[in-house]
């Protein structure tokens, strides 16, 4: 670790200066997705499957094309397949031999106005054979369900599979022996788990405008959470060449990771290259639903075994997932999520990736933790009552720490877990009393974070402020925690920078916003950015004085002689070497093009007290407190944001959110009146606590944080239910109808 | 057939012409360019279009464009005058109280028409208001605690 973390002393980083993007997003000027608009713009619409699993035997557009004011249509036909790596998302972008779910798109069309294109969409006569379907994760895996690839056969498998399948892999991550553990343990509890899909939930629909020209030369606008892939993947399924078609990023009303993929981007380019006009496309509420992310759902077991004096033995799980139609459930990721908050000698974890009749996965916050979280937490809980102690007593006995070896194979360096469980220990609200029908519980959480490639550029105005141009949209506030580090390392106001998200032709490469990688690896790069900046306006000042550039350091925003022996000169400012830069070598910039290593794990401890109606069903969350690590909080007031935003999307799909299917594989509830995420009245105050324990591999210690509060609201959720009930609830979410039926089952049995 | 709507949005006089099926909040983002107001659903489940029609809160998508005629509106560009937010802004500004904005203009214009009606509301009593808008990043905390503090700010403006 550089010596200097740990002790460093911020002047502006842990501050909470106005967010630069602010007075817009207050005032309605922020342009979102579906603020853009075009002279001559068309708009542009989807057809959708109705079918969860059909053939397509014809589709016929005739109609449809022969419609007034209708100017272009699109089919599979116009995205050729080419052997470019790109097949599942070209499928899952326009349908081609089959439908593969309800809600997968299978033409499209543009139009002089929205009726226009919804009159054009009832013309298009597509001719299916309905197939069975499937979409339980369980059920797919039986060797009589209905495949849906013929090509798919399980990886990993020994001996190799001979029959395509709907298991499209197996991973196994572990060491020891938790069979030989569990003979050592006093107590071993085995569980079996169901966690259903939930959806990211952002309030912004996808929504895009495409200008192209039938050169393949154009403009693409559009809300993701990384253009460099919308740039990538439309101009591939286009056959354009990558620079000729630059993509910019609107203000993003929410992603969580569902917009770290494309859906109607390339769809819009198609057709405003057919139409040779720009093409607006902004989904439906429905459309998001029914075709853009969700989640994994899961069937899980898991066994974990412990000695009387609460030290764990064994541990096992395995993991089924399912993620849509196309491989890709993130069970792997599950498999090395499931027990990295614990130091164990004998663990095995399995993981199956499993397709069925439903959307494509999209990422959605720490992709794949949550629901075994659920599981390995729930288990955790029941062990420590079983052995009849505190349950953050039995969590730290056993929390993993420096130099621990990871369940899925590092060695971890500095991290916070036993940090966290201790401040939630000596918080007052783990001694708060409870009333009868209430319930605490608590539950640990991990996510790995990610760098990534990143690219920033950094410029120096001649009147001494700063622009600085990153690659990552703004999902959060980064654009405030980027300023703060350009303000830190180069001793200038915060007022003086600002901070713009570049669009693809302006800038390198950047890998998308996910992963809690921003503010840690753009971060990273901005740092490093403004010191090559500041080593060019020391060579300045080492010129203007005539002295050697190691004579000049950086202190305060000054350049000035490292000592009397280097020479005696007024320091120079910022504002002052800019001002001259015109006499002494031209514009002064700073650049950082980095494949950012080091991101640090992250570990987070909840809290959490609930009331249980035994009537309807109904739970109350009555108080939450969230701990997690930051590392090094930069803005704390939007660290805290994530902790809350978070730990709440976890409260919803602990106790509502769920997609449900019907028997004939159609999506029961596609609106937010029957897909119930968390409202205002629903909720406490959310209480955080920030822990700071440096990450070594960022300069000023920042760990990611977006993405570990998502993970213990499930389990933590469940464990005060317990406690509150004394019923373990084994299906998320734990909805009025599911804890009446545990209930009623449990009152029937004693 | 298009109609030919005259209604006054925000203070002033404004007019035009919309298919009778038409949404207030189509018209409004794609007639008259006031994008500030924002679909989330369409179904009037999520509040991010909440507009003022003569002093009530209301879904601009469950609301029809030609209904606005003779009537007036207020949206999210009406609120700050010139240069100058309005305490409830200014709260949310300080308080953190957004991350991605997208539900921010529903929260405020639904925000505001509360604090009109009470000007020394509960804690629960904002929960309740605000139930019918939905935010997908904050978990409520931070606008729930921007707007009591805004109440707190304007009571004491207004008696000094």
Same mark, same amino acid.
């Given at each position: ?12 980083? +842990? ?40 053939? !397509? ?20 036909? #116009? ?77 990993? $498998?020994?001996?190799? &599979? ?9 991973? $196994? ?37 495409? =200008?192209?020209? &039938? ?33 910019? &990023? ?50 899980? #077991?898991?066994? !974990? ?84 102690? #505190? ?194 070598? +031209? ?107 440096? =990450?070594? +591999? ?33 299906? &998320? ?18 | ?160």
């Amino acid at each position: 670790m550089p010596k200097d973390i740990a002790t460093r002393t911020f002047k502006q980083v +842990g501050t909470r200066p106005l967010r630069p993007d602010g007075i817009e997003k207050v005032t309605g000027r922020a342009r979102f997705g579906a603020d853009f608009s075009m002279p001559g713009m068309l708009t542009g619409r989807i057809l959708r499957s109705p079918h969860a699993h059909a053939r !397509i035997l014809k589709i016929d557009t005739s109609a449809a094309e022969a419609l007034p004011g209708v100017k272009a249509v699109v089919t599979a036909r #116009d995205f050729p397949e080419t052997d470019d790596g790109l097949h599942d998302i070209r499928m899952n972008v326009m349908a081609r031999e089959k439908a593969l779910y309800d809600g997968h798109a299978v033409a499209a069309v543009a139009a002089v106005s929205p009726a226009v294109a919804k009159e054009a969409l009832k013309l298009i006569r597509v001719d299916y054979e309905v197939l069975p379907h499937v979409t339980d994760v369980d059920e797919a895996m039986k060797p009589s369900a209905p495949v849906l690839h013929q090509h798919i056969f399980t990886a990993n $498998e020994s001996p190799a &599979a001979k029959r395509p399948s709907n298991v499209a892999g197996k991973y $196994e991550f572990g060491h020891g022996d938790p069979e030989a553990g569990f003979r050592k343990a006093d107590h071993v509890i085995a569980r079996s788990f169901k966690v259903e899909a939930a959806h990211q939930g952002y309030i912004e629909p996808h929504a895009c405008v495409a =200008n192209v020209t &039938a050169d393949g030369q154009g403009d693409l606008w559009c809300c993701t959470q990384g253009h460099f892939m919308v740039r990538a993947i439309s101009a591939g399924l286009n056959g354009m060449d990558l620079s000729k078609l630059r993509v910019t &990023a609107s203000e993003i009303g929410g992603g969580f990771g569902g917009k770290t993929t494309v859906y109607i981007e390339p769809v819009a380019v198609a057709l405003s290259r057919k139409a040779g006009k720009p093409v607006k496309i902004v989904m439906t509420r429905d459309e998001v639903f029914r075709a853009t992310g969700p989640t994994h759902s899961a069937s899980i #077991d898991v066994k !974990i075994g412990a000695t009387k004096d609460g030290r764990i033995t064994g541990a096992f799980a395995e993991l089924r997932y399912q993620g849509g139609a196309f491989p890709g459930s993130l069970a792997d990721m599950g498999a090395m999520a499931a027990f990295a908050c614990y130091d164990l000698e004998n663990v095995r974890t399995i993981g199956w990736d499993v397709v069925t009749n439903r959307p494509k996965l999209a990422a959605y916050r720490a992709p794949s933790a949550p629901a075994i979280c659920f599981a390995v937490e729930s288990v955790i809980d029941e062990l420590a009552r079983t052995i009849g102690m #505190d349950p953050i007593d039995f969590r730290l006995k056993n929390a993993a720490r420096e130099g621990t070896l990871s369940s899925y194979g590092p060695t971890y360096q500095a991290i916070g877990l036993e940090a966290t469980l201790r401040a939630l220990k000596a918080h007052p609200h783990y001694k708060a009393p409870l009333k009868p029908g209430q319930g605490r519980g608590v539950a640990c959480g991990f996510w790995f974070n990610f760098g990534g490639q990143t690219c920033v550029s950094l410029n120096i105005g001649l009147d001494g402020t700063v622009a600085l141009s990153v690659g990552t949209p703004d999902i959060g506030g980064s654009r405030a925690s980027m300023s703060l580090m350009v303000a830190e390392e180069l001793g200038i106001p915060y007022e003086k920078v600002r901070c713009i998200i570049a669009d693809t032709a302006s800038l390198g490469y950047n890998d998308v916003t996910d992963g809690s990688r921003v503010t840690f690896s753009t971060g990273l790069a901005t740092i490093q950015a403004a010191r090559n900046a500041i080593k060019v306006m020391c060579a300045r000042a080492a010129a203007t004085w005539g002295i050697p550039e190691d004579a000049v350091e950086w202190v305060d925003g000054h350049a000035r002689p490292t000592g009397p022996n280097a020479g005696n000169f007024e320091p120079l400012s910022l504002a002052d070497i800019a001002a001259q830069s015109h006499q002494t070598g +031209g514009p002064i910039a700073g650049h950082c093009e980095v494949t950012a290593e080091g991101a640090g794990v992250s570990f987070g401890a909840h809290l959490a007290d609930v009331e249980v109606d035994r009537e309807t069903g109904a739970v109350k969350v009555l108080r939450y407190t969230v701990a997690q690590d930051a590392g090094k909080a930069v803005h704390p007031a939007y660290v805290e944001g994530q902790y809350q935003g978070g730990a709440v999307q976890g409260i919803g799909w602990a106790l509502n959110e769920e997609y449900i299917y019907g028997h004939d594989g159609r999506l029961q509830n596609a609106g937010f009146l029957d897909y119930r995420i968390p409202v205002c009245s629903d909720l406490p105050m959310i209480d955080t606590l920030i822990l700071e324990i440096p =990450n070594p +591999g960022h300069p000023y210690g920042v760990r990611g944080v977006g993405e570990t509060p998502i993970v213990p609201p499930m389990a933590t959720i469940g464990n005060a239910i317990a406690a509150a009930t004394g019923v373990r609830m084994t299906h &998320a979410p734990m909805s009025p109808p599911r804890i009446l039926k545990a209930l009623t089952e449990n009152q029937a049995g004693t | 057939m298009a109609l030919h709507v005259k209604t006054n949005v925000n203070g002033d006089a404004a007019e035009f012409l919309c298919e009778p099926d038409e949404t207030l909040l189509d018209a409004l983002r794609d007639r008259l360019g006031l994008t500030g107001t924002k679909e989330g659903c369409g179904t009037g489940d999520c509040g991010a279009c909440s507009v003022i029609l003569d002093g009530r809160l209301v879904c601009s998508c469950l609301v029809l464009a030609a209904e606005a005629e003779g009537r007036s509106v207020r949206t999210i560009e009406g609120m700050a005058k010139g240069d100058e937010l309005t305490t409830l802004q200014r709260k949310f500004l300080e308080h953190a109280a957004l991350q991605c904005g997208v539900c921010t203009p529903g929260f405020l214009v639904a925000a505001e028409e509360l604090l009109r009606r009470n000007d020394n509301p509960t804690e629960e009593q904002v929960r309740y208001w605000l139930a019918g808008n939905l935010c997908r990043c904050t978990g409520y905390d931070k606008i729930v605690r921007a707007v009591l503090d805004a109440a707190k700010d304007m009571r004491e403006h207004a008696h000094a």
